[in-house]
């Protein structure tokens, strides 16, 4: 089974305009982490936020912000004021507390174009 | 820039063929993780090693192995390449593992072409 669903492979957005781009997630341990990685055509992994399954308030980084819903484990990145350079890949992971482990496990990610 | 860097960037080499790929961690990370990107698989978890030693193992296959050296930084060799392994190969760093909130930063990645 799935445990980092992304099902939108692809969004368009203007710029200037805030995009969300969905991801949810399957696990039964309490304690986990969610994360968005951007990746540009040049291929790198950019890390962009992180949200806790602890953390009482969603998680913001500059244009970036976590709507974290546990109960329906969803952990959707917005962007917000969207620009040329936000055009690329995004994936969502998640680690898990319990398997002693510090692996992320991947979505399979969103395509996002921002166009003028 | 992440901190962690990659060598060689880009890898062409034909079946059969043995490579190394080179990663060092972050400055005070003492985690290294190995992961590969395919279009058919995604990005996938293949080992971690946490100051020298191995931690934990993903799908990571018989022909391909790791190690961390001393100086905390790891390579990953792959031997015996097949087609199939054409992939993007990053490396990622950590702290100390076992804490959620410790983010995994990653290195430009190797892309390996198997011809």
């Known amino acids: 089974a799935q445990k980092i669903t992304q099902t939108q492979p692809g969004m368009f957005v203007q710029e200037k305009e805030a995009v969300t781009l969905d991801c949810t997630y399957d696990t039964s341990d309490p304690s986990y982490g969610l994360f968005w990685y951007k990746q540009p055509s040049s291929g790198e992994m950019i890390f962009l936020i992180y949200q806790g399954s602890y953390d009482q308030q969603n998680a913001t980084e500059g244009r970036y912000s976590l709507n974290f819903q546990k109960a329906r484990k969803s952990a959707n990145l917005v962007i917000s004021a969207s620009q040329l350079g936000d055009s690329a890949m995004y994936f969502c992971a998640m680690r898990e507390g319990w398997e002693n482990t510090d692996k992320l496990i991947f979505g399979t990610g969103t395509r996002l174009q921002v166009f003028p | 820039d992440s901190g962690v860097t990659q060598t060689p960037k880009h890898l062409i080499t034909a079946t059969g063929q043995r490579v190394t790929l080179r990663c060092s961690p972050r400055?005070?990370?003492?985690?290294v993780y190995w992961y590969q990107q395919s279009l058919d698989q995604g990005l996938q978890f293949l080992i971690q090693?946490?100051?020298?030693?191995?931690?934990a193992k993903g799908n990571i296959l018989e022909r391909f192995s790791a190690q961390q050296f001393p100086d905390l930084h790891s390579e990953l060799n792959l031997s015996s390449l097949e087609l199939g392994d054409s992939a993007l190969y990053f490396c990622a760093s950590s702290g100390e593992p076992g804490g959620s909130t410790d983010t995994q930063y990653f290195g430009p990645g190797t892309r390996l072409t198997v011809l």
């Open positions: 400055s005070g990370d003492l985690s």
């Open positions: 090693y946490y100051n020298g030693e191995e931690r």
